[in-house]
């Protein structure tokens, strides 16, 4: 029987590679996204030329209300055995200059979406005892990014929410981990000038979403797993 994979976030950049890779590990994928129809139908068309199923499920993760409309049917008798939390969005500003909206809208949707989604799902996988969910942060929750207060803190947050979680879940056999990308070419890092970037890394190139796909896929599949509350950076050793 096919197992389940839930992406949040899933119809571009890192999002799409991951249900991409776990697609060809033959996951079927509930593949959310918030409003980009059209991006979504791509890779819904991607994942199912790999022969598994895909369903498209829109909500803005910020909202509770949304979250629970959207994924509380689908798992009240049905455990993913898959959850990758990937949605996140920046509003970069020097704090001095940030917004409060600026601020609040990075919690809401990286952090406070967290939440909603995880609270919403969590105990189809404590009844099913089992589980895989994987969060993704980024470097900038790790050493932190000037002009990136918000995002930072948002990212930040959920490396400490992961590392708690795991602490709660792991003797349910789930298990919990968080990837941290670097500097991955998406539209999120498009604006940044790679020739100011690239001295920094030591791999001396710019991430791909395959990188950080192929590490989420691990997590996801390997039968011999003893990691659980880890943070496992893809930034060719931008972070060390």
Same mark, same amino acid.
């Given at each position: 029987?096919?197992?389940?994979?839930?992406?949040?976030?899933?119809?571009?950049?890192?999002?799409?590679?991951?249900?991409?890779?776990?697609?060809?590990?033959?996951?079927?994928?509930?593949?959310?996204? $918030?409003?980009?129809?059209?991006?979504?139908?791509?890779?819904?068309?991607?994942?199912?030329?790999?022969?598994?199923?895909?369903?498209?499920?829109?909500?803005?993760?910020?909202?509770?209300?949304?979250?629970?409309?959207?994924?509380?049917?689908?798992?009240?008798?049905?455990?993913?055995?898959?959850?990758?939390?990937?949605?996140?969005?920046?509003?970069?500003?020097?704090?001095?200059?940030?917004?409060?909206?600026?601020?609040?809208?990075?919690?809401?949707?990286?952090?406070?979406?967290?939440?909603?989604?995880?609270?919403?799902?969590?105990?189809?996988?404590?009844?099913?005892? $089992?589980?895989?969910?994987?969060?993704?942060?980024?470097?900038?929750?790790?050493?932190?990014?000037?002009?990136?207060?918000?995002?930072?803190?948002?990212?930040?947050?959920?490396?400490?929410?992961?590392?708690?979680?795991?602490?709660?879940?792991?003797?349910?056999?789930?298990?919990?981990?968080?990837?941290?990308?670097?500097?991955?070419?998406?539209?999120?890092?498009? $604006?940044?000038?790679?020739?100011?970037?690239?001295?920094?890394?030591?791999?001396?190139?710019?991430?791909?979403?395959?990188?950080?796909?192929?590490?989420?896929?691990?997590?996801?599949?390997?039968?011999?797993?003893?990691?659980?509350?880890?943070?496992?950076?893809?930034?060719?050793?931008?972070?060390?």
């Amino acid at each position: 029987m096919a197992k389940t994979a839930l992406i949040i976030g899933g119809s571009r950049g890192i999002g799409r590679a991951i249900a991409l890779s776990l697609a060809k590990s033959g996951f079927n994928i509930w593949l959310t996204y $918030k409003s980009n129809h059209e991006a979504a139908k791509e890779v819904k068309s991607e994942i199912e030329a790999s022969g598994v199923a895909c369903d498209l499920i829109p909500f803005d993760v910020s909202s509770y209300k949304e979250t629970e409309d959207a994924l509380a049917t689908r798992v009240e008798d049905f455990a993913p055995d898959v959850l990758v939390y990937n949605s996140g969005i920046t509003r970069d500003n020097l704090l001095v200059w940030m917004t409060r909206d600026e601020w609040d809208s990075v919690l809401s949707t990286n952090l406070d979406g967290f939440y909603n989604v995880t609270r919403t799902v969590l105990f189809s996988m404590l009844r099913a005892k $089992k589980g895989r969910i994987v969060i993704v942060s980024s470097t900038s929750g790790q050493i932190g990014h000037a002009g990136q207060v918000n995002y930072s803190a948002s990212k930040a947050g959920l490396i400490g929410a992961a590392k708690a979680l795991a602490r709660e879940v792991g003797k349910k056999n789930i298990l919990v981990n968080v990837v941290a990308p670097g500097f991955i070419e998406t539209e999120l890092t498009e $604006k940044i000038p790679k020739a100011q970037v690239l001295p920094l890394i030591p791999l001396n190139r710019v991430g791909r979403s395959e990188d950080v796909a192929s590490v989420v896929n691990f997590l996801c599949t390997e039968e011999n797993m003893y990691i659980h509350g880890q943070v496992i950076g893809v930034n060719g050793g931008l972070a060390m």
